[in-house]
């Protein structure tokens, strides 16, 4: 789980929307009609788009109709998701007000309950649209797009398991649509450090493993990790254990985990937090030895790889953590990642850990439905796709759009996996995964055993779901 100001931080990652922008329109030749419409790419000029979805918002005459949505994408963020809208608009006439709000988790309740929501909200965190829905604010989304998701996004079940939800009375139904995923499960470093020392990229969990003890043998430090970040300390560990949970246990396990079905102090769940502990425990493991890990801000995590000779080698963190790199590093050429391996034994099972955003419906405005049905096109996926910061488990986009090798390969990620989880820690209670769980973690690598830290959070998870 992130802390609020990471969102900052990823908003502003890549390049000024204005600059791209720019760019584009001199590249393609844009003026005229479709530079006024707000158009950023002309309609029927590159071929890499399915322009036949734009025909097929034109079917549609949404004028005098108006649809408001709130969200948490600030700056160019908001920019980047107005340059997807613009096209929704032009093609039905509708009129679409979006709102970010750096305070959306506290404002979408408080407009809810006061009986004034917005017609669509981007929630990021699933556990905030279980409740929404269990109290009763959300409207179900067409039953067919359970179906449609199943069969067009990447990952099995896994999209349509993350935005089904029960009603308040047990019921469960499709409550939400995801769009624009997040990937947690990566490992970066420099390639001209691995191809200097002659070590390849791993390929399978064992060979993650074995890469870290021969890097010792050579007389290297392989990891840089670190848990600092103000309040939030400790929340780089948990991604740790998520993906492990993922790599050593079943996708049921870890379900089964989040929903406190299966307790902390489960074997299973000690194995996961004693793996991550082989990496971070060891002081010729870790840049600054363990007891740099907790005291290191995460923001300055990544120095390491960037040193002549490298303090470190890999670096276990989200494709955020690119806006903390260098100044002028490229990504592809001067810094690089790849997918954190499953272990030999699980075969083509390719697990990520991620999040992401997902559209939740609270009137029965006819505009949201429609715009719900636009999401489903490739063409609301490429708009932001060719730009900068955006991957999508859509199967059916073009990944040529990708504006970068960098995004195409993190869509790659996403299309080949064959389950996607969102952050665990994001998806318990706030007083769990933001709290109990972060500082269990920092406790950990302090020096306490895996299982007095999991005797400690169970112990607190325990005291909320006692009676009042």
């Not at 600030?74 to 997807?84: I, M, N, T």
């Not at 200097?196 to 993650?208: K, R």
């Not at 600054?288 to 801000?297: E, L, N």
């Amino acid at each position: 789980m992130a802390p609020d100001g990471e969102r900052v931080t990823r908003m502003q990652q890549g390049l000024g929307l204005i600059g791209a922008v720019l760019a584009i329109m001199v590249a393609s030749g844009v003026t005229g009609t479709a530079a006024a419409q707000g158009l950023i790419f002309p309609p029927d000029v590159d071929a890499r788009f399915h322009w036949q979805d734009y025909q097929t918002l034109q079917g549609q005459d949404l004028r005098g109709q108006r649809l408001t949505i709130l969200g948490t994408w600030l700056g160019q963020d908001k920019a980047l998701f107005d340059s997807v809208i613009a096209y929704f608009e032009a093609a039905t006439g509708a009129d679409v007000v979006y709102e970010g709000s750096s305070s959306f988790e506290q404002q979408i309740v408080i407009r809810t309950q006061a009986g004034a929501p917005p017609d669509l909200a981007i929630v990021p965190q699933p556990g905030l649209a279980a409740d929404l829905a269990r109290q009763g604010f959300l409207r179900p989304l067409a039953p067919d797009l359970g179906g449609w998701l199943l069969e067009n996004y990447a990952a099995g079940d896994s999209w349509r398991r993350i935005g089904t939800y029960r009603d308040p009375q047990g019921t469960e139904r499709l409550y939400a649509f995801p769009y624009k995923a997040e990937i947690k499960s990566l490992v970066w470093y420099v390639p001209e450090n691995l191809a200097e020392a002659g070590y390849p990229v791993p390929e399978t969990y064992q060979d993650l493993r074995a890469l870290t003890e021969r890097i010792v043998a050579d007389g290297g430090t392989p990891w840089c990790i670190a848990l600092g970040s103000g309040g939030a300390t400790g929340w780089p560990a948990t991604d740790w254990v998520e993906d492990l949970m993922l790599r050593l246990n079943t996708p049921a396990d870890y379900d089964d985990w989040v929903a406190h079905e299966i307790r902390f102090q489960d074997p299973r769940v000690l194995a996961a937090i004693e793996a991550f502990g082989w990496f971070a425990t060891s002081d010729s493991f870790v840049d600054g030895g363990r007891a740099a890990v907790a005291g290191t801000d995460f923001r300055d995590s990544a120095q390491g790889l960037f040193t002549a000779p490298p303090r470190c080698y890999l670096l276990h963190q989200a494709s955020f953590i690119a806006s903390f790199f260098p100044a002028g590093t490229e990504l592809g050429r001067d810094a690089d990642f790849f997918y954190f391996p499953t272990r030999a034994q699980a075969g083509p099972d390719r697990p990520v850990l991620g999040a992401g955003t997902l559209f939740v419906k609270l009137t029965d405005n006819p505009a949201s439905d429609a715009f719900i049905r636009f999401l489903t096109l490739p063409l609301a996926h490429e708009i932001w796709m060719a730009q900068t910061g955006f991957a999508t488990p859509h199967k059916g986009v073009n990944p040529q759009v990708y504006a970068t090798p960098t995004q195409r390969k993190l869509g790659e990620i996403l299309r080949d996996a064959t389950v996607f989880r969102f952050d665990g820690s994001d998806l318990m209670p706030g007083a769990i995964g933001a709290g109990a769980f972060w500082r269990g973690m920092v406790d950990y690598v302090g020096g306490q055993s895996a299982a007095q830290v999991a005797r400690q959070i169970d112990s607190r998870w325990d005291d909320l779901q006692a009676p009042q």
